[in-house]
């Protein structure tokens, strides 16, 4: 067996992780470099494989010092940033960790995009800030839910003892309030309470259906365009929960574009492209869809914008907030994430699920 060939069986498991990763001698010759280097180098294994690994970086001495470090013992694992070459491409800056491997003159290069690590934290954030919000959310509901009936069964009775037309007034209102908080409250829990009903879910139909909704409710003066990619295969999911996670984001962006509806030139797009091997959740998959929702609009309030998937936060007056809580929700029970990317005049919510 050829010493390349031992080498890529050896090294496999390398291909599973998201980061860069080439495995060097102590010259700096690559003697393996996985699926992910290949993608971010825009060149094939074996043109990177037995080429000097330093000439890869903009910066090489640096490198070819932290490889004779590491061959001479002088540290375990030593970290820097640096400026990645690619082909046709800009360089792409990325934090580096060199370490040593259980074998002498084999040194492990392993290379995290600086643009990645900080979507990675801001993944790992709206994954941890979902799972804080959910708890908060069923516990609050059901704070509220007991007293709620109080207070409607006693303006009940209240009602049925006074005459005056004047009083009943005013406990016609404690009813009509509390059943709107009622309302609100069973919004909160619907997500929690619904089960996760799985079929075989067509995107496109999703968009279409949420399209139909959104023209009947605003007929004029906005323009919903659809670029699809007619390539992209059914997949298991609650058709109903992503149709009610796609509506509340469309939903939210049509209520931003009110001044150009009015004026009719308000534009909504619905995107849906693959993404190969990407990483979010802490996890890489192969596939995935990505469902933009753009429009044309104001763009989210700087004031809010890292809060826009918190509960109850809202950039409309009278808004319930609940809209993008419950669509991340939706979404994250399908192992996947909603993001936002705003500024004035576009606004683009990406939805990420994987594909099989």
């Not at 006074?162 to 009622?182: C, F, G, P």
Request: net charge negative.
């Amino acid at each position: 067996m050829s010493t390349a060939h031992t080498s890529a069986s050896r090294f496999q498991s390398l291909d599973l992780l998201a980061t860069l990763v080439a495995v060097v001698r102590g010259d700096g010759m690559v003697i393996f470099a996985n699926s992910a280097l290949e993608d971010a180098l825009g060149t094939s294994r074996r043109t990177i494989e037995g080429a000097p690994f330093p000439d890869s970086f903009t910066e090489p001495l640096i490198l070819q010092n932290a490889l004779e470090g590491a061959g001479s013992n002088e540290f375990a694992a030593l970290r820097y940033d640096a400026w990645l070459k690619r082909l046709n491409h800009e360089p792409l800056p990325v934090h580096v960790i060199v370490a040593q491997t259980e074998l002498p003159g084999e040194i492990i290069v392993e290379m995290i995009p600086l643009e990645q690590q900080a979507r990675q934290d801001r993944e790992e954030r709206l994954i941890d800030q979902a799972q804080a919000n959910k708890e908060l959310i069923r516990n609050l509901a059901h704070e509220i839910k007991n007293p709620l009936g109080g207070i409607r069964g006693a303006a009940q009775l209240l009602e049925m003892e006074i005459e005056s037309r004047e009083l009943k007034e005013y406990t016609q209102v404690i009813i009509h309030e509390a059943d709107r908080l009622q309302s609100l409250v069973d919004r909160l829990l619907a997500p929690h309470r619904r089960p996760h009903v799985v079929g075989d879910v067509n995107i496109h139909e999703v968009c279409e259906r949420v399209r139909s909704l959104i023209l009947a409710e605003f007929p004029r003066g906005l323009k919903v365009l659809r670029e699809y990619d007619t390539s992209i295969p059914e997949f298991r999911g609650d058709r109903e929960q992503l149709i009610q996670a796609v509506l509340n984001i469309a939903h939210n962006a049509c209520q931003a574009l009110a001044e150009r509806i009015a004026r009719g030139d308000a534009k909504l797009i619905f995107r849906t492209r693959i993404a190969r091997q990407v990483t979010f959740g802490k996890q890489r998959y192969r596939l995935a869809l990505e469902l933009h929702v753009i429009d044309n609009g104001p763009g989210v309030p700087d004031s809010i914008k890292d809060r826009i998937f918190y509960p109850l936060v809202s950039g409309r007056e009278g808004g319930s907030g609940l809209g993008l809580t419950l669509a991340q929700t939706f979404v994250q029970q399908h192992h996947g994430l909603v993001e936002c990317d705003s500024v004035p005049g576009r606004t683009d919510f990406k939805m990420l699920i994987p594909l099989p």
